[in-house]
């Protein structure tokens, strides 16, 4: 995945950088985890200080656009932003894969005779 900053604009009223990018890819796009990921190393910030605003990809393209907002602090971040896309923008948990536990073991002499009905004792006699 290679990103490629197309426009860079300051904004002072509130103190940010907006930048829209684009992103050559091989595959499937990218996820908006992993495009933060590198526009942070990219551009030295921190993590809570970049949030990306949205990802366009064509259909069968290996291009997406995006748009990203980088603040000087995360207290003016979480003041101009609204809250979903604050929520959108935090860091994916990474959840623990739990072993399943394992099937009880099964009495394997219990199961080869079939049981027994009224009917079927009836017709032995």
């Known amino acids: 995945?290679?990103?490629?900053?197309?426009?860079?604009?300051?904004?002072?009223?509130?103190d940010r950088n907006e930048i829209t990018f684009n992103i050559s890819n091989t595959g499937a796009t990218p996820s908006r985890d992993d495009v933060k990921n590198k526009l942070v190393a990219m551009l030295n910030s921190k993590y809570e200080l970049v949030v990306l605003g949205n990802l366009t990809t064509e259909?069968?393209?290996?291009?997406?656009?995006?748009?990203?907002?980088?603040?000087?602090?995360?207290?003016?971040?979480?003041?101009?932003?609204?809250?979903?896309?604050?929520?959108?923008?935090?860091?994916?948990?990474?959840?623990?894969?739990?072993?399943?536990?394992?099937?009880?073991a099964v009495d394997e002499t219990a199961g080869d005779e079939a049981p027994v009905t009224e009917e079927a004792s009836e017709e032995a006699k």
């Open 59 to 104: 259909y069968g393209a290996q291009k997406t656009i995006g748009y990203a907002k980088i603040y000087s602090d995360a207290k003016r971040a979480a003041k101009v932003e609204n809250d979903y896309i604050i929520e959108r923008n935090k860091p994916k948990p990474v959840e623990n894969v739990k072993e399943e536990p394992e099937a009880p």
């Open 1 to 14: 995945m290679d990103i490629e900053i197309t426009k860079e604009r300051e904004n002072p009223l509130l």
